[in-house]
């Protein structure tokens, strides 16, 4: 059985910094890309941001220079650090990550439970 497990979403005041942990746990083989969606009340899921194992990444325009993401492939784990962050920014986020479970021979996708990040003053 494979789990992501968010942590560090909250409540935090327009122009604010959070830092978002997901870790993945259990019976895996290897961890490929990683990634951060979000979806607000109201709108589909989007793209925030994607790493590679090899650390390379992709951004969202709107995140561009107020965002940057992360991981550390020996604790099968990947961060996103916002900063400057506006009411717009407000939404659940979610981790997924592309895992080859030990003993599969495809990769699959998983999906964070998600947490919730609101701007607000």
């Known amino acids: 059985q494979v789990q992501l497990v968010e942590s560090g979403g909250g409540l935090v005041q327009p122009g604010g910094s959070l830092r978002l942990s997901c870790a993945a746990s259990g019976s895996i083989f290897s961890v490929n890309t990683m990634g951060w969606f979000r979806q607000a009340p109201g709108k589909q899921r989007e793209l925030v941001a994607t790493?590679?194992?090899?650390?390379?990444?992709i951004y969202a325009e709107f995140v561009k220079g107020r965002f940057a993401i992360s991981r550390d492939n020996a604790k099968n784990t990947v961060y996103l650090q916002m900063n400057s962050l506006k009411p717009d920014d407000t939404a659940v986020y979610y981790c997924?990550?592309?895992?080859?479970?030990?003993?599969?021979?495809?990769?699959?996708?998983?999906w964070g439970q998600g947490t919730q990040v609101a701007v607000s003053s």
């Open positions: 790493i590679t194992r090899a650390s390379s990444t």
């Open positions: 997924r990550a592309m895992i080859i479970p030990i003993g599969a021979t495809l990769v699959s996708v998983y």
